[in-house]
């Protein structure tokens, strides 16, 4: 038993079996990565890890506790953060306020503590404050002051992306499930991205699965990949083993002499 | 751009010199309005901060959640009815009962907000609107709420009675002050909640209710939350409304009270506490002022009575205000969908930049 471990995960939409038996241990600390075509069943594995799908059998165990069947809100709380293909973040509000959001589960303010914020010494405002604090650190790592109190609606994609990463983190989680976060970004933003998700790594000791399509950037900080395609696991490896499996470079390279 | 140096700095509820200086010029002029004002024009601005504490809590449940009700009358009334009973009935003192009978409403917005986790746009909308009508008739029905004859609100004894203690409120000109300390807490309760981690919650739930769950937002609990915070604000203004009116039967709080409600906060701008604040004060405005004194207009004044009286209703002006109303209501759509607020912002933007 490892650290984060998917055991016999499957999930089927009408007749199409979208996760198909699929298990994988993750170690603490590790960078995993998921490829494979379009279609094949990497972001239904997230949905199902996150809480948003339910999977027909099979179990998600976070440090040997099980997930499935836990709410999206529950597991969240459990230490899992992700962000999505196609960025579901709060667009009328602030960078500030979407990463203050990232804070939410360590919060206690409520309704009434929070309406009676009358200065410095409540109990509502040092508690922002606190979190306030934490939150500028993410801000200053990913680099985002110069739109830190602009609203999310307005800035451009590859921007957007790195927020959902901030926000991510500043849930401080154990593992975080990244869905394409270099997709839109240019290749300066993507060196910035390959080693913002070291460190994040290194300094916020957090293990990373990650969905990608950028070969280069799979290749050079993954410790591992799965392969995969319609649903099913094609091979699981160091990158250089995936990378000589005659199915991936059909996929990725193209057919020998087809070309 | 100011530059700040801590991190109260962005959640102070003055955050400039210039904010705290304005907001100082107009307490002072609230708390001086009386004096140049007539009883009439008291009881309407008694009437607008009432609808002010209404609008400024709808506000947080459509404008921030994102969660449409069209029955705010309902809660209004329940606000109204329980305030008058308890101090009737029960004898319990103002400020208690006031509380209450905001926490009755808050429990029944509660309720109404159950049915929100599994409805959501038009059939949300419906479920309101079916709540506002039911309660309009219960209490219609019902001998202990006074029936369709209505309640009268006894003296605004703000004291405690069981102590000796009193202190009776009879003018409009002292209800205004009580009305205008009661609001003023009331809007900077709202600004606090919405700057802290349930006003983020919710505006979280209003953009991605997905992306708000899996950062850990229980979607149950802060809906129903949504909803409850709201009827609480329409409960202490409904207890305020009834001691404005000093009496009122069902049909005050029917279907169109709710309507208006919504055309304020539209009209103010969605989701905006200044919005509301201005939504509330131009709609009651329309409501009650502007055509109650138009036949004093010197010639055109007889004009449009008689073409309302001819064409329009034979009891007089009336209808006129429903269609200065509309006429708002799509005015502000098609040309400022942000309302009040929208135009503010802009106004902002253009005097930064000035003369430029």
Known sequence: MGYFDVENLSISFGGLKAVDDMSLSVNKNEIFSIIGPNGSGKTTIFNLISGIYHPNTGSVKLEGENLVGKTPDRIAKKGIARTFQNIELFANATVMDNLMLGRHIYMKTGVFSGAFMWGKRSRAAREEIAHREKVEHIIDFLELQSVRDQFVGSLAYGKRKLIEVGRALALEPKVMLLDEPSAGMNTEEKDDLTIWIKDIREDYNVTILLIEHDMNMIMGISDRILAMNQGQKIILGTPQEVQKHPEVIKAYLGEEGAA | ?356
Do not use: C
């Not at chain 2, 329980?82 to 029960?90: E, F, H, P, Q």
């Not at chain 2, 802290?196 to 769950?213: H, Q």
């Open chain 2, 1 to 356: 751009m100011d530059m700040k140096r801590a991190y109260y700095e962005d959640i102070e509820l003055f955050k400039s010199g210039t904010i705290l200086f304005w907001a100082i010029v107009l307490m002072v002029g609230l708390f001086t309005l009386p004096l140049f004002s007539t009883n009439y024009y008291l009881y309407l601005f008694n009437l607008i901060m009432v609808h002010v504490i209404l609008a400024v809590g709808l506000n947080i449940l459509v404008g921030s959640t994102g969660q449409i009700s069209l029955g705010h009358a309902g809660f209004f009334a329940i606000g109204a009815y329980a305030t008058v009973l308890l101090m009737t009935k029960l004898g319990i003192p103002f400020f208690p009962a006031l509380i209450l009978a905001a926490f009755i409403a808050a429990f029944f917005g509660f309720i109404l907000g159950l049915p929100a986790l599994r409805l959501e746009g038009p059939y949300l909308t419906i479920a309101t609107l079916a709540f506002g009508l039911a309660i309009m008739h219960i209490i219609g029905h019902m001998e202990v709420f006074g029936g369709r004859s209505g309640l009268r609100a006894p003296d605004l004894n703000i004291g405690i009675a069981q102590l000796g203690w009193n202190l009776t409120l009879t003018t409009d000109l002292s209800k205004y002050y009580l009305i205008l300390i009661i609001t003023i807490l009331m809007v900077l309760g709202a600004i606090n909640i919405l700057k802290t981690k349930v006003g983020r919650a919710f505006v979280a739930i209003r953009d991605s209710d997905i992306a708000a769950e899996v950062i850990g937002i229980n979607l149950t609990i802060y809906k129903t939350l949504s909803f409850a915070v709201s009827a609480f604000y329409a409960g202490i203004a409904g207890g305020l409304f009834a001691f404005v009116l000093g009496f009122f039967d069902p049909i005050t709080f029917n279907f169109f009270l709710s309507i208006y409600f919504l055309v304020m906060i539209v009209v103010g701008g969605l989701g905006s506490i200044m919005g509301s604040i201005a939504g509330a004060a131009f709609i009651t405005y329309l409501m009650y002022a502007l055509f109650k004194n138009i036949s004093d207009i010197p010639y055109i004044g007889d004009f449009i009575v008689n073409i309302s009286q001819r064409w329009l209703s034979i009891t007089g002006i009336d209808n006129l205000s429903a269609i200065a109303l509309g006429l708002v209501m799509v005015g502000i759509m098609i040309f400022e969908p942000m309302g009040f607020f929208g135009i503010w912002i802009r106004m902002k933007k253009y005097w930064k930049a000035w003369p430029f």
